[in-house]
């Protein structure tokens, strides 16, 4: 005899199944469809660097800083996208960096980023997330992993990133038609002049979709970083702290 439980169980799956099929429920996908990403050789393994990384502490820091409150953009605006390329293989290093997909920014960068993603809907775009708070342990690796010649495009850990204080984030821009990432002058993490935020080459469409992403993004407190179009750092950085929390820690 079938028990009572099993019978439910088979509804469930049934249920879950049909929903599929009519487009009324959509599984949780953690990445979108991503083109490869520029790679480098790393000068060391990455794993023995991410060892050394761990072990290692932050810069110390004097001064007056504000409490740090990281909040997770999708938790505030569900229509950003994330496209994580460290928490997979599709990156500079060609390895995970992060063990989890996600976005954070201290709450004032978060939410005027969620009032530019507001604004470019007006446009017919939406924003599609690289990177925001980076662990301090993470910026140390890609510097001791990349080459003289390419360390123009990553920070210097002992100063640390405007990424570490919570308050730069890489992005671009997605089509709300087709929901695709839009074409850009140049790829994402990209260590060429072509990354440059003022670069001179690329299609008409590329430079006029990096112009929009940019004035977007400046109006609402945003500098450009000059070697790269998608790195995006809040005007207060300065007033947070280098912090080195692990995505799986954050709030705890």
């Known amino acids: ?79 950003i996208k ?13 390895t995970p960096l992060y ?20 604004t470019l809907k007006k446009q017919g775009y939406g924003l599609l997330i690289h990177d925001g708070y980076r662990p301090w342990y993470v910026t140390k690796m890609f510097w001791d992993a990349t080459p003289d010649d390419k360390k123009i495009f990553v920070a210097n850990p002992t100063k640390g990133s405007r990424h ?29 002049k072509r990354a440059y935020a003022d670069y001179p080459g690329g299609t008409p469409e ?5 112009a929009i992403l940019r004035h977007a993004m400046e109006k609402e407190g945003f500098t450009v970083n000059p070697e790269e179009w998608w790195h995006f750092d809040y005007k207060d950085w300065k007033k947070y702290p280098i912090l080195n929390v692990k995505f799986e820690d954050i709030g705890r």
Request: aromatic letters at 6%; a positive charge; charged letters at 25%.
């Open 1 to 79: 005899m079938i028990s009572v439980k099993l019978v439910r169980h088979i509804r469930g799956l049934f249920l879950f199944a049909l929903l599929l099929v009519l487009g009324q429920l959509t599984p949780t996908v953690a990445q979108s469809s991503a083109e490869p990403s520029f790679h480098i050789t790393p000068l060391r393994p990455v794993e023995e660097l991410r060892e050394e990384a761990l072990k290692a502490q932050p810069p110390g820091e004097s001064g007056k800083f504000r409490r740090p409150e990281l909040v997770e953009l999708v938790k505030l605006d569900p229509t």
């Open 82 to 94: 994330l496209e994580i390329r460290y928490a997979t293989a599709n990156n500079f290093l060609s």
């Open 99 to 118: 063990s989890q997909a996600r976005a954070f920014l201290q709450r004032p960068a978060a939410q005027a980023l969620v009032r530019v993603n507001r």
């Open 164 to 192: 570490n204080r919570g308050c730069a984030v890489d992005l671009t821009l997605y089509d709300l038609k087709t929901g695709e990432a839009v074409q850009m002058p140049s790829g994402y993490d990209e260590m060429t």
């Open 206 to 210: 590329e430079t006029a979709r990096r």
